[in-house]
């Protein structure tokens, strides 16, 4: 089956800093990543997520790139705020029902 | 915004009691899954659902769990005779489609505590 990890484990980034978060699989056959941010008590949100025919993707604060040859896939959140510490989880479908998650990051942003 | 919901949002149980936990899936979604976090873990595949039949199970989705749609708006998970390793925070999911194009949006989750 497929397996997903995910690191760092914890990240401390002083505020308006960048943080980066990398997964790596183990299924080739893996085609949809997408990227979840849990906060405290809640379950996960999706944020952002990429499939298998593009290699980056962008939405304001947040990118996603992924290369296939290689199995990886990394977040990056530019200018860091606050409101951006959380749980970030990666995740990757390699059939059409499951999707199997990375450990998960626990982000803090420092004011 | 549309969003799936769950109940409750916590549950305490004796160990070997039955527990049911129930969720809305977005309407429009046709596709549902429930998922576990145990406590510090990674978020873990239980089930998946369509078309009122499982599609797939983990090798954690023994018998003593089910999932049922009751009616056309419920999705349950019932765990038969809970184990103190049933603590968990369990979400369900839903999706409109499956696959390469399938997003799955979660619930804030029900915590189970198994005492």
């Known amino acids: 089956g497929e397996n997903v990890e995910q690191h760092p484990s914890t990240l401390s980034v002083q505020e308006g800093d960048s943080a980066v978060i990398k997964c790596t699989y183990s299924d080739s056959a893996s085609n949809y990543f997408p990227w979840y941010k849990q906060e405290l008590g809640k379950g996960p949100q999706l944020i952002i997520d990429?499939?298998?025919?593009?290699g980056e993707k962008k939405d304001q604060r947040i990118a996603v790139t992924l290369n296939k040859t290689a199995k990886h896939f990394s977040l990056h959140i530019t200018e860091t705020q606050p409101e951006d510490s959380a749980v970030y989880f990666c995740a990757a479908r390699s059939n059409d029902y499951k999707l199997s998650f990375g450990a998960g990051t626990t982000v803090t942003v420092r004011a | 915004e549309p969003e799936v919901t769950q109940t409750p949002s916590h549950q305490v149980t004796q160990m070997g009691q039955e527990v049911i936990l129930r969720c809305v899936p977005i309407?429009?979604?046709?596709?549902f899954y429930w998922y576990r976090q145990i406590l510090g873990q990674k978020v873990e595949f239980l089930v998946s659902f369509y078309n009122n039949e499982i599609s797939e199970k983990s090798e954690i989705f023994d018998d003593q769990f089910s999932v049922e749609r009751p009616d056309g708006s419920n999705f349950t998970l019932k765990i038969r005779s809970t184990k103190l390793e049933d603590s968990a925070m369990y979400f369900c999911?839903?999706?409109?489609?499956?696959?390469?194009?399938?997003?799955?949006?979660f619930g804030e989750g029900s915590r189970l505590t198994v005492l």
């Open positions: 999911a839903s999706s409109e489609k499956a696959g390469f194009t399938g997003e799955l949006f």
């Open positions: 309407s429009n979604h046709l596709y």
């Open positions: 990429i499939r298998s025919n593009v």
